[in-house]
């Protein structure tokens, strides 16, 4: 049996305000396994991701990554993930080059290894071509595999993709899960990752985890989830354990367009 | 090193390539120079204050690394938005280098920005008192970038938007502009002016500029390096106080 290189233990969350967003989780990830986390907006899928990958702290619970606790390890843990964020994370007025160059430093790539690692991973995800160009100038799937070769570039055990496919048309959103499943399977690389599109989960993911409302409800394989809810595909599953209600995302999140529609505004005020 | 280096750098290529803002940045400075230096200046020398551009010059400076220190410490915020901050939050380095990294670049774009403006006012007419006490200018330009830039990154770790970023413009790097000594001198003003005047830090900091270009001062010189030095010590302490708290 596979070891687990991610394990959370009664890991909890609480916001300012005694919000609740993560309630007593508990989970494990084999390594090389390919994890979807999945569940509706608010339902603590963010919070969680992030608690993961030493963003926010968690209020009580243990995580570890590889074996590293997040919290008391924090460097060794850090090393050991790659992530694609779900809002752009890259620096625009940089090359995509030097995007990656900046990376390499941050986590103290051997200046010899460099410019081997970044040429092997941006002809991966086919932008070597394009490497001199600002990334301002680059189209969504262009960022997004840029993302994905950056967040490789240090030879991490885990990726973590959050909605990695979001706003992306269906040749790039091919294309991505086909490195993705790639990677798994040459590198035994473990992907965690979250989306909205239950299709792609279905499609990719070995084992699933739903959370809603701040709790794991359920986890398992497609077929097993099926088969406990009595439905026929992982959508149904889905909708019978988290409901056919809308939530309201209490978010701040940091994308870029509530920055652009605030200064549109105000230019217009 | 390699670290702090590579955000340095990071922050230098920014500036370089985007020439407007470096021309936008030093053309209010030197608008201030032209309209105040030349416009006020003859009513100054009547009422026998002497030479006003020269007066000036050394406010000036203050201000131009007063605005584009905190600009570019702000830069964390722009990062904040636009997400690049998590990629460096994540990574296997400390915050404090990551702040530091950042800030020295804020800081030394200022000091280019101060400089440059400084060879501006020498085209203008200004000699400075005595050239070999230039390097001194030099110091205490530095420190002040470097406490400025801290202030802006601090300020930038707290504001989640650009609305933010410009009521702290509006009511905070202005007023700290304008009530200070950098535009007039506090020998007769009026004792409120003279008194927001003398616990605002930057009129220490102009003082000492001013001193070291036309051998002018008001307060005791002392006062001013120990003011300019704490004001430093203050300022860099918030900053990674702030930054530290940085949960996104």
Redesign the interface.
């Known amino acids: 049996m596979p070891k687990s290189i991610i394990q959370a233990e009664n890991v909890v969350k609480v916001y300012p305000g005694d919000i609740t967003a993560v309630n007593d989780i508990s989970f494990d990830v084999k390594a090389g396994e390919i994890f979807a986390f999945l569940g509706p907006n608010g339902a603590g899928k963010s919070t969680t991701i992030k608690m993961l990958t030493t963003m926010l702290r968690p209020s009580s619970g243990k995580l570890l990554l590889n074996g590293h606790n997040v919290m008391t390890d924090q460097d060794a843990a850090r090393k050991s993930f790659g992530i694609v964020f779900q809002d752009p994370s890259l620096e625009e007025e940089l090359t995509a080059y030097e995007n990656m160059r900046l990376h390499a430093v941050l986590y103290g790539i051997p200046k010899t290894q460099q410019d081997d690692r970044i040429k092997e991973l941006m002809e991966l995800v086919e932008l070597w071509e394009r490497k001199d160009s600002l990334v301002r100038t680059y189209s969504g799937g262009m960022r997004r595999r840029l993302e994905i070769a950056r967040g490789l570039l240090h030879h991490p055990k885990i990726l973590f993709l959050d909605e990695p496919t979001l706003g992306l048309d269906t040749q790039t959103r091919n294309v991505l899960w086909k490195y993705v499943q790639k990677l798994s399977k040459t590198e035994g690389m473990t992907i965690f990752f979250t989306t909205h599109y239950l299709d792609e989960a279905e499609d990719v993911a070995e084992r699933i985890a739903i959370i809603d409302h701040g709790t794991i409800v359920a986890s398992g394989t497609t077929a097993e989830l099926t088969k406990s809810t009595g439905t026929k595909d992982l959508e149904e599953a889905y909708l019978s354990l988290t409901g056919e209600t809308l939530r309201d995302e209490t978010s701040n999140a940091n994308n870029g367009l509530n920055m652009r529609t605030a200064t549109m505004n105000k230019m217009r005020g | 090193m390699?670290?702090i280096y590579?955000?340095w750098l990071?922050q230098m290529?920014?500036y370089l390539?985007?020439r407007s803002r470096i021309v936008g940045a030093i053309g209010q400075p030197i608008l201030f120079l032209l309209a105040l230096g030349y416009g006020v200046g003859s009513v100054y020398k009547k009422a026998g204050e002497g030479n006003y551009l020269e007066f000036l010059v050394p406010g000036i400076i203050m201000q131009t690394i007063l605005f584009s220190g905190v600009f570019w410490g702000m830069q964390i915020l722009f990062d904040?938005?636009?997400?690049?901050l998590?990629?460096?939050?994540?990574?296997?380095?400390s915050r404090f280098k990551i702040l530091w990294g950042n800030a020295l670049g804020g800081a030394t774009i200022s000091l280019i920005q101060g400089i440059f403006v400084f060879i501006v006012s020498l085209v203008l007419g200004f000699r400075p008192y005595n050239w070999l006490l230039i390097p001194l200018s030099l110091l205490v330009m530095i420190a002040l970038a470097l406490a400025l830039t801290s202030f802006g990154a601090a300020i930038a770790s707290m504001v989640?938007?650009?609305?933010g970023f410009q009521s702290i413009n509006n009511f905070l790097i202005f007023p700290l502009f304008f009530l200070s000594s950098a535009l007039y001198p506090l020998t007769n003003v009026p004792p409120v002016l003279k008194f927001l005047a003398s616990i605002n830090p930057l009129s220490y900091a102009v003082d000492l500029l001013r001193y070291t270009m036309i051998y002018q001062h008001h307060f005791n010189l002392a006062l001013d390096v120990v003011v300019l030095l704490a004001t430093l010590a203050v300022t860099s302490i918030f900053a990674v106080n702030r930054f530290n708290r940085i949960?996104?």
């Open positions: 390699p670290v590579i955000l990071r290529v920014r390539r985007t904040k938005r636009f997400g690049f998590k990629e460096m939050l994540v990574a296997p380095v989640e938007d650009f609305q949960q996104i």
